[in-house]
């Protein structure tokens, strides 16, 4: 069916059918586009997913959809059934079907897209994004403004992981296969990308590019290049924190890090 995508329309039954049950197992939580493997540390995608969801945009029309004062013009429903999933949404909430949502989770207004997954027990808060095939793990916090960015195309390309109990501050931008490690505090205002450096800020050495180590606190930055038209500064992520496994900041004394190092809280 991948093959022969570009001939794809409503018309063909048949694929619309094999289609809406993938998508269906990406909205039940029974599939998921990408997970971390636990022998290997490497974040797997499951391509056929991905391509289920393209297919999606060829195999559906356009739908008028109107609620109250508002109208809608869109290929793809929204997800239903909140309260029987343990999920609270506010008004002003939306997660698209092929989405999926752990008990638990709260939604403040805020946009969750096809073929994200949210864990258990997380907070997606007020005007946050996560976008199509985000993976976000049980008990994280996105705070106000983060923007989770989206992978869709090729299908093999790593969407982006935040990994179980992280925190990533208000305004936040991690995109394009970014990876936070579990128990991570990404502080207010990073920006986070493949290409990004993450820097040891005890020894000044490079640790990874776009992946914040688990259990630590990581701030932005910037470093000092040259370039044949000047000095400039560049972004880079700093980790400013180790945390012992397991160890979790409350509130207080996360600001506090935060402020001992000039960041923002």
């Known amino acids: ?51 289920s969801i393209l297919m999606l945009f060829a195999l559906r029309g356009m739908e008028t959809v109107e609620l109250g004062p508002f109208e809608y013009a869109d290929k793809l429903p929204l997800k239903h059934g909140f309260a029987e999933a343990g999920v609270r949404a506010v008004p002003g909430a939306s997660a698209r079907w092929g989405s999926f949502l752990g008990r638990g989770v709260v939604l403040m207004p805020s946009y969750v897209n096809i073929g994200a997954w949210v864990g258990a027990g997380s907070m997606v808060d007020t005007w946050a994004t996560v976008a199509s095939c985000a993976q976000i793990g049980e008990r994280v916090h996105l705070a106000g403004g983060v923007g989770i960015g ?26 394009g296969g970014a990876r936070i490690g579990k128990g991570s505090v990404l502080g207010a205002g990073s920006f986070l990308a493949p290409s990004i450096p993450v820097i040891d800020a005890e020894t000044g050495e490079e640790i990874s590019r776009g992946v914040v180590p688990p259990w630590c606190v990581a701030i932005r930055a910037s470093r000092r290049r040259e370039y044949p038209g000047g000095e400039f500064f560049v972004p880079c992520v700093l980790v ?17 890090v935060l402020r001992d190092h000039g960041a923002s809280t």
């Open 150 to 175: 989206g992978v869709l195309e090729p299908p093999n390309a790593v969407p982006v992981v935040v990994e179980d109990d992280a925190f990533v501050g208000s305004r936040c931008m991690v995109t």
């Open 240 to 256: 400013i924190k180790r945390l012992g496994e397991g160890e979790r900041h409350d509130k207080a004394q996360l600001t506090q």
């Open 1 to 51: 069916m991948w093959d022969r995508r570009s001939d794809l329309s409503p018309a063909d039954t048949d694929a619309v059918a094999v289609v809406t049950e993938a998508i269906e197992l990406l909205d039940t939580g029974q599939a998921r586009v990408a997970e971390v493997d636990l022998a290997t540390d490497e974040v797997v995608v499951h391509e056929w997913l991905k391509k």
